[in-house]
Structure formats: C-alpha cells, structure tokens
Nanobody, 123 residues
Framework: LQFVESGGGLVQPGRSLRLSCAAS????????IAWFRQAPGKGREWVAC?????????EYESAVKGRFTISRDNTKNAVYLEMTSLKPEDTAVYYC????????????????WGQGTQVTVSS
C-alpha cells in the first residue's frame, strides 16, 4: 500500500496551489489522512488532518488556519490540501500520511507516508 502526493510546484506569494494524496489501493476513505511539511533546516511539522469515516473531524495548524483547506473526494479516492494566500514561509516539502488512527499532530501514529512534493513560494 502506498500513498502518493502530487500538485507541488513554484508559485508566487498570494497565489494558490492544490496538493493531492491518493492511495494505491484506492481506499483512501478508510484512512485518516494528515499533511505534514518540512522546510529546509527544520523539523517535520503537522499541517492538517481529516479523520477516517468522519470528514467532520478536521484540524489545522494555527499558521495555516483560514488559508488551507483539507478535503476528501470519495469518488476519486483522493484527499486534497487547498492552499491559498501562500507565503514564502509555506515553502517546504509536503507529505501526506495515512493511518487507521484518529487525527494526531504527532508523526508517530501514521503508518504510511508519501514521498513528498515540493512547494516553493517565491516571487
């Protein structure tokens, strides 16, 4: 079982970008999905989470609340991270993580990790 991210790239400050995370077996619905990010020279940081079988349980890190939206499309078996009003400090490698656990800001409970997708916010 693998989870694969896509959608990263170079974008100017203030613009938007959407990241996608999909499971190789197609059953994203069965998993809680979290997004983490790691900026150069920094540790991995939790960003957002959507809980399995309960899309009403959604949580965000304070620095992205109001700018980022996590959502799930069951018809496409994908979880998205819609990022708006991007700032240079959002520059990082973004990872999706999946597990059968409830949402957690720790990286410990997550069983599956994607390979990461680079997001660079620069003018």
């Amino acid at each position: 079982l693998q989870f694969v991210e896509s959608g990263g790239g170079l974008v100017q400050p203030g613009r938007s970008l959407r990241l996608s995370c999909a499971a190789s077996n197609g059953f994203t619905l069965n998993y809680s999905i979290a997004w983490f990010r790691q900026a150069p020279g920094k540790g991995r940081e939790w960003v957002a989470c959507i809980q399995y079988h309960s899309d009403s349980v959604i949580e965000y890190e304070s620095a992205v609340k109001g700018r980022f939206t996590i959502s799930r499309d069951n018809t496409k078996n994908a979880v998205y991270l819609e990022m708006t009003s991007l700032k240079p400090e959002d520059t990082a490698v973004y990872y999706c993580a999946a597990g059968l656990n409830m949402c957690s800001t720790s990286d410990q409970p997550w069983n599956y990790w994607g390979q990461g997708t680079q997001v660079t916010v620069s003018s």
